[in-house]
């Protein structure tokens, strides 16, 4: 990145830059002292993980440092390889090989840790950070900063150290860390906002000071003394500060155990260094995406170069990265500041610093911990539904009382059961529908059906009643296992052949393209439409409706149905609707030649003709249902709110005037602008067209008071492709405009 850019965003990134030094400082100081390294290695950890890391890292927003995941592997390595310059050998080693994994681009594995996880993981570390963070504000200083696992050094665990703390209250350390949640808190008011230059943790930590030294010199029982304050090593001179780098121990590199030492390090520091850099991506506010392999490769070269010098190894931190984040950074500069903020404090001001009450800092981080795990990133979890809760609030559980990468496991597991258990339940979807045939049985396969789905599948199957229709719709499926194709051809050429149950396959690919059929999907016949009901032909509709909707209309041998109309013709329902060429009935109900008669006129309004064609349909021809469709934001009604003259198109639009004269509603803005007046309109219209039907067709009326027919009115939203049906037909001839209106919106 060129100095220019990196510096414009120096108003934002240079107070962040001071929030995350004053939370990395006792951090550093205890990752150390809790792995049994020298103190002043945390120190370098903390530099090189913010000037060098920080400047090879393509992320704007992840800190680097030591990491309290690897204090128990370094303190073991450290014992177990007797010396620590030998285990710096194996940091470097371990640098080498993130450099190595990021190259081969090992970093795509992150792609993999599901959100749900991610997101407990964030939440559970704001958790253990309040949890540690308390004691340190009482003044109970028994376990080192930076220390997050269940069990603490002194063998109590994050719960019992709340108990053990109330036998070590210092006084002092409440006061101090009670005004400095309240700054905190006050800080954040609107007319704090314009000393947005003076970060307020920094304000906390200056006003800490003070408080302990104005304690110290009046002699007050609450001065907090040593124990409880920053301790950052002394050197005399600038010799001394040199003093405090070592060498790696190079004749080493004949012993094995170094090798095993630093690849363990390079991959949970790798991993750790991933799941890091994944949270940061999701507290982003600029949603900007970082390199998984450019991490890896930056996190390796930071590792060889602490070990080099004498430093821990560094992981990219989630603790320092929420803080960089919530303080306002923009980008990496932030980060490359607080590492040389580390630098020059451990080689200048060590007393000064030395000053600093860790209830202080500690109030620093419980306010960190408490923006992690807010109440409403549980709320949002739960509204996401079981499936992403339940492995959110197992992987919080986990990592408080293990460690952070035994948690994430844990997480990851019971993530992918509950994927796996949602794909055993999803494999298909399991309907009836009616057709003219009559009822058939719909299995929907859905895009991924695996072995797992045997099982599941095989039941259904063979709970599915004799003599039954099945339709089997691999249509939407892109991979279906073997063993489930197995399943599948011995229900259709063995199982289904003795049970009398005819078997429709649809959409199979590839080598089993042959087994596709569309025997059910025919043209009514005489036989199939004498057996339907008008309530089973209303049902037919709404299914089609449905299938049009979800985008999932059937497959159709078009050739076939030509052949098989040739002859004669047996429809199930007469439609009548607008011209619009949204609403074409065939394609909105998705029925197909021979299913249906089709009417159409502007306005879907009555005249001689269209009653003599509906006579026809019913009487004749044997249809079952009437259905007067409909739309929203009809043209045809808009033209008649706006009373438009227009050639024989005004004699046809004031066929409309009665359902004008019925909407009395609106008494404002009665013109096709308000969309509302307009959809009334249209709604009132089905029921005045209904009306005329029975009113102006004594064949059609004898047949609706016979129930051989049912009229029903229908309106098609464009917007959603949903059809809303109005079922109850008008039942008298006299129905005045009121009673159409009262009638009208009881059922709407």
Known sequence: MKTSGLLSNIKNDFPASIVVFLVALPLCLGVAMASGAPLFSGLIAGIVGGIVVGSFSGSQLSVSGPAAGLTAIVLSAITELGAYETFLLAVVLAGALQIILGLVKAGTVSNYIPSNVIKGMLAAIGII???????????????????????????????????????????????????????????????FKKFKLFPAPLAVVVIAMLLNQLFIVTGSPLAVQSSHLVNIPLSDGFGGFVSNFTLPDFTALANPQVYMVAVTIAIVASIESLLSLEAVDKLDPERRYSSTNRELTAQGIG????????????????????????????????????????????????????????????????????????????????????????????????????????????????????????????????????????????VELSEEVSFLNKASLLLTLENIPHNSKVVLDATKSVYIDFDVIEVIKEFKDVKAPERNIQVNLVGFKNDYKDYNNVSFISAPTKETQSLLTPEKVLQILKDGNDRFVSNNRLERNHSHLVHTTSNGQFPHAVILSCIDSRT??????????????????????????????????????????????????????????????????????????????????????????NIDFVNNVTKLNIFATKKKIREKSAILDEMIANAEVVLVGGLYNVETGRVTFYDQGLHHHKDTPVQIIQEVFQQV
């Open 584 to 673: 074409s009935s065939e394609v909105i109900f998705d029925q197909s030649i021979g299913d249906i008669f089709s009417i159409r006129i502007a306005g879907n309004i009555v005249n001689e003709d269209i009653l003599g064609s509906m006579e026809f349909a019913c009487k004749v021809a044997g249809s079952k249902l009437i259905v007067v469709l409909g739309h929203t934001n009809c043209g045809a009604i808009k033209g008649a709110c706006d009373h438009v003259q227009l050639g024989n198109l005004s004699g046809l639009l004031n066929k409309v005037q009665p359902a004008l004269d019925a909407e009395i509603l609106t008494v404002n803005n009665r013109n096709s602008k």
């Open 303 to 442: 590792n060889m170069i602490s070990g080099l010098i004498g430093g821990l190894p560094v992981t990219s931190v989630i603790v320092r990265s929420s803080a960089n984040v919530q303080s306002g950074a923009k980008s990496k500069l932030s980060t490359i500041l607080h590492g040389t903020l580390l630098l020059i404090s451990a080689m200048f001001i060590p007393g000064l610093l030395n000053m600093i009450p860790l209830a202080a800092l500690a109030a620093i981080l419980i306010m960190t911990g408490y923006k992690l795990a807010k109440v409403k990133i549980f709320k949002d979890m739960y509204q996401n539904g079981w499936g992403q809760f339940i492995p959110f609030v197992v992987t919080i559980l986990a990592i408080v009382f293990t460690d952070l990468l035994i948690g994430i496991a844990i997480g990851i597991a019971v993530s992918t059961l509950s994927i796996l258990n949602k794909n055993l339940r999803n494999a298909y979807f399991f309907k009836k529908e009616q057709y003219h045939v009559g009822e058939v049985i719909r």
């Open 129 to 191: 950070l309040i949890l540690k963070q308390i004691p340190h504000a009482f003044g109970y200083d028994a376990n080192a900063e930076g220390n997050l696992s269940f069990i603490d050094a002194d063998q109590h665990n994050t719960f019992s150290e709340l108990f053990f703390m109330l036998s070590k209250v210092h006084l002092g350390a409440i006061v101090i860390a009670a005004v400095s949640v309240a700054l905190l808190l006050v800080w954040e008011r609107p007319f």
